[in-house]
Nanobody, 124 residues
C-alpha cells in the first residue's frame, strides 16, 4: 500500500519559515518525480514545486520562486519543502505528490499518488 505522509505544517507569521516533509512508503519510488501542490480556501489546487528522480532537477511555480526550495533524499524516500519569507497568500493545504517518469511543472493528471495534506496558515 503506497503512502505519502506529510508533516511540518502549522501556523506562522508573515515573513517566517516552515519546512514540510513527506515520507513515501509502500513501493520503490525509482523514476518518480516528487512534488508539492496546494489548495487555498475557495481556490483550485495548484502546483507549487517538483523535483525529478535522476538529476534532481527542480521546478517552481512563479509565485514561490526564490522563497521555496524543494529537495529529496532517494535513499530515505523523502521529499522536503523549505518555505521562507512566507506570505498570507501561501495559506493552504499542502499535498505531497508522486508522478512516474515526469519532469517539469506537474499537472493534476500527471499525479499517481497523493498525500493526505497538511495545513499551512500564515498570519499577517
Amino acid at each position: 500500500q503506497v503512502q505519502l505522509v506529510e508533516s511540518g505544517g502549522g501556523l506562522v507569521q508573515a515573513g517566517g519559515s516552515l519546512r514540510l516533509s513527506c515520507a513515501a512508503s509502500g513501493r520503490p519510488f525509482i523514476n518518480y518525480a516528487m512534488g508539492w501542490f496546494r489548495q487555498a480556501p475557495g481556490k483550485e489546487r495548484e502546483f507549487v514545486a517538483g523535483i525529478t528522480w535522476g538529476r534532481s532537477n527542480t521546478y517552481y511555480a512563479d509565485s514561490v520562486k526564490g522563497r521555496f526550495t524543494i529537495s529529496r533524499d532517494n535513499a530515505k524516500n523523502t521529499v522536503d519543502l523549505q518555505m521562507n519569507s512566507l506570505k498570507p497568500e501561501d495559506t493552504a493545504v499542502y499535498y505531497c505528490v508522486a508522478a512516474y517518469g515526469r519532469s517539469g511543472t506537474l499537472t493534476e493528471k500527471d499525479i499517481d499518488y497523493w498525500g493526505q495534506g497538511t495545513q499551512v496558515t500564515v498570519s499577517s
